[in-house]
Nanobody, 120 residues
Framework: QVQLVESGGGLVQPGGSLRLSCAVSGTFFSINAMGWYRQAPGKERELVAIITSVGGTNYADSVKGRFIISRDDAKNTVYLQMNSLRPEDTAVFYC??????????????WGEGTLVTVSS
């Protein structure tokens, strides 16, 4: 059983910053890639950023240069620092983790989402 709990969402003015956190808990062998996705009203869920187990990162073009993903493996936590936020960044942000179970199978785990609203 793997649980992901996000925090850090809220209301921010355009140009502002927010930092999202996602803590992974439960019983598993290892956490592989971790990432953040978002879903805006009326749109499909899209990838925002991912980070591999060795620290490699990839970002959606729309957030490059503004968002930074990082992870703290000692805390089983992934972060998303969001700067220069725009109204079009408004969405529910979901944490995702690819986890190797104790049975050495791979599973995908999702958080319940945290709402980020960018508005003046």
């Amino acid at each position: 059983q793997v649980q992901l709990v996000e925090s850090g969402g809220g209301l921010v003015q355009p140009g502002g910053s927010l930092r999202l956190s996602c803590a992974v808990s439960g019983t598993f062998f290892s956490i592989n890639a971790m990432g953040w996705y978002r879903q805006a009203p009326g749109k499909e869920r899209e990838l925002v950023a991912i980070i591999t187990s060795v620290g490699g990162t990839n970002y959606a073009d729309s957030v490059k240069g503004r968002f930074i993903i990082s992870r703290d493996d000692a805390k089983n936590t992934v972060y998303l620092q969001m700067n220069s936020l725009r109204p079009e960044d408004t969405a529910v942000f979901y944490c995702h983790a690819r986890v190797t179970t104790l049975g050495y199978t791979e599973m995908h785990a999702w958080g319940e989402g945290t709402l980020v609203t960018v508005s003046s």
